[in-house]
């Protein structure tokens, strides 16, 4: 079945460090990638997404380009800042599925720390 | 808008015991979700609602866990009979779509409620 395998944390930065955290993925079709963050007591928050292969999700300085022949949707950002401290996901929805809804799965999480 | 609120945000149960999980989906939001989130893993689909029909339930990991959705909007996890595997933080997530579509309806997660079992 689809599945998500992403880096294991937890990471350690500086304040404007690069950030790569790299998230490989197995799927029948071509599914929907997504990059989900969680910050320290809050829920889930989709942080980007793509659709489609060579398609680059960005945004707050992060992005990631949905890679087909390497399966993988690795996630950067040029300069991390202590407010980037969470946990990130990466996940998928297979637009295929027998389902009537977004069934989304997800990553193991990475952790991330920046420090000042 | 509000979000997505979910009570309580910790509960500590001793096996044996049954608990409610409440989540509140966002106003309007035809989707609801449940999850479950071992510690250090990411969340793992539970069941899906569409307004108060229960499509699936695939995710439930035994007959002890049960969920509804009456009216259509605030929707209950019930945990009977606690057992310690069940120690988890349970997510709720609602969405605004009716019907999947080629592009993704993006799901709008609470904070989750942390359950302990001791």
């Not at chain 1, 890679?67 to 637009?95: I, M, N």
């Not at chain 2, 509804?68 to 933080?89: F, H, N, W």
Request: include cysteine; charged fraction near 20%; hydrophobic fraction near 30%.
């Amino acid at each position: 079945g689809d599945s998500v395998t992403q880096m294991e944390g937890p990471v350690t930065l500086s304040e404007e460090a690069f950030l790569t955290i790299n998230c490989t993925y197995t799927a029948t079709g071509y599914p929907s990638l997504f990059w989900y963050v969680q910050y320290p007591g809050e829920g889930l928050q989709l942080l980007l997404k793509a659709t489609k292969a060579d398609d680059k999700g960005s945004n707050k300085g992060f992005e990631a380009t949905y890679r087909k022949e390497t399966t993988s949707f690795h996630l950067e950002k040029g300069s991390v800042q202590v407010s980037d401290s969470a946990v990130y996901f990466c996940a998928l929805s297979d637009p295929r599925a027998k389902t009537s809804y977004d069934k989304v799965i997800f990553g193991p999480g990475t952790s991330l720390s920046v420090i000042p | 808008g509000a979000g997505v609120s979910q009570s309580p945000r910790y509960k500590v149960a001793k096996r044996g015991q049954d608990v409610a999980l409440r989540c509140d989906p966002i106003s309007g939001h035809v989707s609801l979700f449940w999850y479950q989130q071992a510690l250090g893993q990411g969340p793992e689909f539970l069941t899906y609602f569409q307004n108060e029909a229960q499509l699936d339930k695939s995710g439930l990991p035994s007959d002890r866990f049960f969920a509804e959705r009456p009216e259509g909007s605030v929707s209950t996890l019930k945990i009977q009979r606690t057992q310690q595997e069940d120690s988890a933080v349970y997510l709720c997530a609602s969405s605004l779509a009716i019907s999947r579509r080629t592009v993704y309806n993006e799901q709008f997660f609470g904070p989750g409620t942390r359950l302990t079992v001791l």
